[in-house]
């Protein structure tokens, strides 16, 4: 007979393993950092334009950063800030390379499903990656424990109070804080009933941190990154706990409410990579979404598993839409929630695979223009980066053929692309006055 002290034992080896293993493929001394880029990807690739226009910008104007020759060639490297220096002082044709940045806040995208293996990390690393060499400032949460995301983004140190953990666990004190002192009347027409947060969790000292303690720089100069970590999986342990000390906190904003206060011009499009589960926190991702990316593989049982997903997220969306309109806190958040878009993404996708191509049609037909255009394809280089993901923008071609890399990109490319054309308009949408006709509709539901 096993009890879970045997587990403990099991898991104790386990551990020593684990610390061996993460010296082993990734030691602290060598960090993770961003390759510099050939001006041939600069050109054509990153700013799109073409090369000879880029050679004669750079003869004209000794200004401009100038790369590093490299000693196999004649190309010349750029890093990602020189890139960017670049993006801002070009103008061919008097046009800008900055890409359209919508006033207001940050477009929010949660990368959701509850497989694993369906390519959840590898999409977020990949949209953030190709959003940055595109010119926007990025900020990700990490909502999975398994971390696969930090990993990549060279983040293995993390201490639990600063993830989504400590974000929520410093929002139950805080709103319980405010539910206690606000007057009678503010939220419903009666009180509510006074809580108490134990000394356990108030003297982590959460409260106290600030919404920069949060937020960590990565390997990418424009990426920065809310981390998570093997430890803060007992948030959804320890959140059901949180919901029985304050039934009226609504829980599933605490990470919505937290990101509403973060500058509006700091960040151009924050990435969510949702853990393999429907629980505190995919439900603190999705609710803080403006849209949805669904990202699926391309078989039958990965159909199925979607399938149940969305059914058990519209459950779980739904049972949130009518358990806390009394709550203070849910006054600021409007219930139900609503997304600008839902998209689902096939990954892993390969197209002379006769499965895989009906299995896009299937999807096509069942979610229709729902379904994004462009499945990302099955890319060896990126299956074997190994343990720490490594996005095809971080893989220095020369290390592979140019046509396989070129492939690949050219399919994170497209996806990016797309993700681009559809986010947009909704993005002009969250900042756009509320027109006439709204109004109306507005007052008339109050009425
Ligand atoms: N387009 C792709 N081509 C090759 N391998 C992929 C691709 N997308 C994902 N993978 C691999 O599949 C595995 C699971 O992907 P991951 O993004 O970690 O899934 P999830 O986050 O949904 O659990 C990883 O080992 C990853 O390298
Ligand atoms: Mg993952």
């Not at 104007?61 to 790369?67: M, R, S």
């Not at 046009?95 to 929010?108: D, E, H, I, N, V």
């Not at 424009?222 to 959804?236: G, K, M």
């Not at 779980?316 to 139900?336: H, I, M, Q, R, T």
Request: proline fraction near 6%; charge should be negative.
């Amino acid at each position: 007979m096993l009890t879970h002290t045997d587990l403990r034992d099991l898991q104790a080896k386990s551990l020593k393993m684990q610390s061996w293993i993460r010296q082993q493929t990734f030691s602290p001394e060598s960090e993770k950092t961003l390759r510099r880029f050939s001006s041939w990807e600069v050109a054509e690739l990153i700013l799109g334009i073409n090369q000879s226009t880029f050679r004669g910008k750079m003869a004209a104007d000794p200004t401009l950063p100038a790369g590093k020759v490299e000693p196999d060639g004649r190309q010349r490297w750029f890093t990602l800030e020189e890139v960017n220096i670049l993006r801002r002082k070009l103008r061919p044709r008097g046009k800008t390379l900055l890409p359209s940045r919508p006033a207001g806040r940050a477009f929010r995208t949660a990368i959701a499903n509850f497989k694993g293996g369906a390519g959840k990390s590898t999409v977020a690393l990949h949209l953030a990656h190709a959003a940055a060499l595109d010119g926007y400032r990025v900020l990700c949460v990490d909502f999975d424990p398994q971390a696969t995301l930090s990993h990549s983004m060279g983040l293995t140190d993390v201490s639990e109070e600063h993830t989504v953990w400590g974000i929520m666990a410093r929002d139950l004190i805080r709103e319980t804080e405010a539910q206690n002192s606000a007057p009678a009347g503010a939220a419903s027409g009666t009180a509510l009933p006074q809580r108490s947060i134990p000394s356990s969790i108030t003297d982590l000292g959460l409260q106290d941190l600030r919404i920069g303690d949060f937020i960590q720089p990565t390997n990418w100069p424009t990426i920065d990154l809310i981390p998570s970590c093997a430890n803060a999986a007992f948030v959804e342990f320890a959140s059901a706990q949180y919901r029985h000390l304050n039934p009226e906190w609504s829980f599933f904003a605490a990470v919505n409410r937290f990101l509403d206060q973060l500058p509006d011009d700091q960040w151009d499009l924050i990435f969510f990579d949702c853990p393999p589960a429907i629980g505190y926190q995919s439900m603190n991702a999705v609710f803080a979404a403006d849209m949805l990316y669904i990202p699926s593989g391309p078989g039958y049982w990965e159909y199925d598993s979607t399938t149940s997903f969305i059914g058990q997220l519209s459950e779980a969306l739904e049972d949130l839409a009518y358990g806390f309109e009394g709550a203070l806190s849910a006054d600021k958040v409007p219930l139900p929630k609503a997304f600008c878009d839902v998209r689902f993404l096939l990954t892993r996708y390969e197209p002379g695979n006769e499965l895989h191509r009906a299995m896009f049609e299937a999807f096509g037909k069942v979610f229709g223009d729902k379904l994004a255009r462009h499945p990302i394809e099955m890319t060896r280089a990126v299956e074997q980066s190994g343990r720490f993901l490594n996005s095809i923008y971080e893989m220095d071609y020369r290390d592979m053929t140019r046509e396989t890399w070129r492939r690949a990109r050219r399919s994170f490319d497209g996806a990016y692309d797309e993700f681009k054309e559809i986010l947009l308009p909704h993005w002009e949408g969250l900042s756009a006055p509320v027109s006439h006709k709204e109004q109306i509709e507005l007052e008339g539901e109050d009425a």
